[in-house]
């Protein structure tokens, strides 16, 4: 999974877990909730060096008793946020929920947001519902391991998900 589809998944989880219902953006045709639905993209991206050449340095993993090098990769992030409902109420109760749980501590630890902002609710002629377009500026932080046999870099992955 690239690093854009990792943070947008970690928004839609965190969204999801607040009680919200939460979409990938471009999943298809806008869909029919009872309430208000999110649809979340990443805007904008741009690496920042998170240290020389990615390096972070050497960590001992306990399970193979091995050092591991690791890396690391920042990066600044827009999110797009649309929030979509049948009535202008449920629209902007929606976006109130979407903006605080973003705020609330739900995200992965690698993924930090803090300015938020919102156009007013608009009408949406083509979904036929309420519209509330957002977009929360932060940063994206994401390590890798490098492969003992070749060297070779692993896939960078969110700070803070669980993989199994």
Same mark, same amino acid.
């Given at each position: 999974?690239?690093?854009?589809?990792?943070?947008?998944?970690?928004?839609?989880?965190?969204?999801?877990?607040?009680?919200?219902?939460?979409?990938?953006?471009?999943?298809?045709?806008?869909?029919?909730?009872?309430?208000?639905?999110?649809?979340?993209?990443?805007?904008?991206?741009?690496?920042?060096?998170?240290?020389?050449?990615?390096?972070?340095?050497?960590?001992?993993?306990?399970? #193979?008793? !091995?050092? =591991? /090098?690791?890396? &690391?990769?920042? @990066?600044?992030?827009? %999110?797009?946020?649309? +929030?979509?409902?049948?009535?202008?109420?449920?629209?902007?109760?929606?976006?109130?929920?979407?903006?605080?749980?973003?705020?609330?501590?739900?995200?992965?630890?690698?993924?930090?947001?803090?300015?938020?902002?919102?156009?007013?609710?608009?009408?949406?002629?083509?979904?036929?519902?309420?519209?509330?377009?957002?977009?929360?500026?932060?940063?994206?932080?994401? #390590?890798? !391991?490098? =492969? /003992?046999?070749? &060297?070779?870099? @692993?896939?960078?992955? %969110?700070?803070?998900? +669980?993989?199994?």
């Amino acid at each position: 999974m690239t690093e854009l589809n990792q943070v947008t998944a970690a928004v839609i989880r965190t969204l999801e877990s607040a009680g919200l219902a939460a979409v990938a953006a471009y999943d298809g045709p806008a869909k029919r909730y009872p309430g208000a639905v999110i649809a979340v993209d990443v805007a904008e991206a741009v690496e920042k060096p998170a240290a020389f050449d990615r390096y972070l340095g050497q960590v001992w993993d306990p399970v #193979t008793g !091995t050092v =591991e /090098e690791r890396y &690391g990769r920042t @990066l600044e992030v827009a %999110l797009s946020l649309e +929030v979509r409902a049948p009535t202008a109420a449920e629209c902007l109760a929606g976006c109130e929920r979407a903006a605080d749980a973003l705020l609330s501590g739900g995200l992965p630890a690698g993924l930090r947001l803090g300015q938020q902002s919102w156009e007013a609710v608009s009408w949406d002629k083509t979904n036929q519902m309420f519209l509330r377009k957002g977009r929360a500026l932060g940063r994206a932080f994401f #390590t890798a !391991t490098a =492969e /003992e046999d070749s &060297g070779l870099m @692993l896939h960078f992955i %969110l700070k803070g998900v +669980v993989t199994t």
